[in-house]
């Protein structure tokens, strides 16, 4: 029996807590923007308001100016204006009003425009938004041993972000 006392011990388990936690993290950085461009073609459109007039196309009352969609009425990409609208005045001698308006939409030309930075060149159309990216400047950012951080911001421009970080944990249970 005296042989199993020391076994008889080690089935039972006694309370032991290990939680240490240590993390030493230093972060330093610089970002910039890349230069971007987007281009969006706009569409051929035609409309028309009045008060006290009456529309007239092609000789038919009540019509406007339409665009010509068939395939002989597009030159690169644009649809023509089949008929202008005239106005004739309902009521003569009473206030009338009347506006045509026609939005050429963007052909499939060649016309392009060029940014720097690596963007390549793209049509000039009705909608574009051109970024020209950042400039760094000169950034000088320095971590030493000791987790120091030092940082050095000359002639920083638009669209360029400096990040320093610092952070030490130390945990015991």
Do not use: C, W
């Not at 987007?38 to 100016?65: C, F, L, Y």
């Not at 002989?72 to 045509?100: C, H, K, L, Q």
């Not at 030493?144 to 940082?151: F, M, P, W």
């Amino acid at each position: 029996m005296k042989k199993f006392l020391p076994l008889l011990l080690l089935a039972f388990p006694t309370a032991s807590f290990a939680d240490i936690t240590h993390t030493i993290q230093s972060v330093a950085s610089v970002s910039t923007l890349g230069a971007s461009a987007t281009s969006e073609r706009i569409a051929s459109s035609i409309s028309v308001a009045g008060t006290n007039v009456t529309p007239k196309a092609n000789t038919v009352a009540g019509q406007i100016g339409s665009l010509d969609l068939a395939d002989a009425g597009i030159t690169n990409g644009v649809p023509t204006v089949d008929y202008d609208t005239s106005f004739n005045v309902v009521n003569t001698g009473d206030a009338f009003s009347a506006s045509e308006t026609f939005l050429q939409g963007d052909s499939t030309s060649t016309t392009a425009s060029t940014v720097s930075n690596g963007v390549a060149a793209l049509p000039l159309l009705g909608k574009y938004t051109v970024v020209s990216g950042g400039d760094p400047g000169s950034v000088a950012l320095t971590l030493d041993s000791g987790q120091a951080l030092t940082v050095n911001l000359a002639d920083m421009g638009a669209g360029t972000t400096a990040t320093l970080q610092t952070s030490i944990t130390l945990g015991l249970d």
